[in-house]
């Protein structure tokens, strides 16, 4: 048993080897139930701290299908549709307005609020990209109930505007 004259004295590779539960450089003893495994598993448990890494790797590819000057363009053309008057003009049905369920948009109007073929930038494959904002009067509502649908430029026709 060490005194405290001979614990100062100690080395401090002795004194942090003393914590741990196998001296450093020493391979732990190994459970039954892995000595019985294939020896590459032995191995991968075996080794050093120094050879077992983490490599992490990000891949960071470009889109070269779509240059940025298309993409531009594309959001520009957007924009400018932005806040127009359209009519629907094929026969649809929406379920997720709860005040009026199964309304048909064909023959509503509404203005177009967003472009969603462009998303930070890049170019997305949106299926309906045009968000289109509607008013309607329900029964029992003092004033109208807004919704909006997401639209193919197909689906609707642009209004002239009455400016």
């Given amino acids: 048993m060490p005194t405290p004259a001979t614990a100062t004295t100690t080395t401090p590779a002795l004194a942090s080897s003393l914590f741990c539960r196998c001296p450093p450089f020493a391979v732990p003893p190994?459970?039954?139930?892995?000595?019985s495994s294939p020896p590459a598993v032995i191995l991968a448990a075996r080794a050093p701290v120094a050879q077992r890494r983490v490599s992490c790797q990000i891949a960071v590819s470009t889109d070269l299908s779509s240059s940025s000057s298309a993409v531009e363009e594309e959001e520009q053309q957007a924009a400018a549709k932005i806040g127009k008057r359209v009519r629907v003009k094929v026969p649809l049905k929406v379920c997720h307005v709860q005040k009026a369920p199964e309304l048909d948009l064909n023959g509503l109007e509404g203005v177009i609020k967003q472009y969603v073929?462009?998303?930070k930038g890049k170019r997305i494959?949106?299926?309906l990209p045009f968000k289109v904002e509607f008013q309607i009067d329900v029964?029992?509502?003092p004033r109208p109930v807004k919704f909006f649908a997401h639209l193919k430029e197909d689906e609707f026709e642009y209004l002239r505007s009455s400016d």
């Fill in 117 to 119: 073929g462009v998303w």
């Fill in 125 to 127: 494959s949106a299926n």
């Fill in 30 to 35: 190994l459970p039954p139930a892995v000595a």
């Fill in 139 to 141: 029964e029992g509502q």
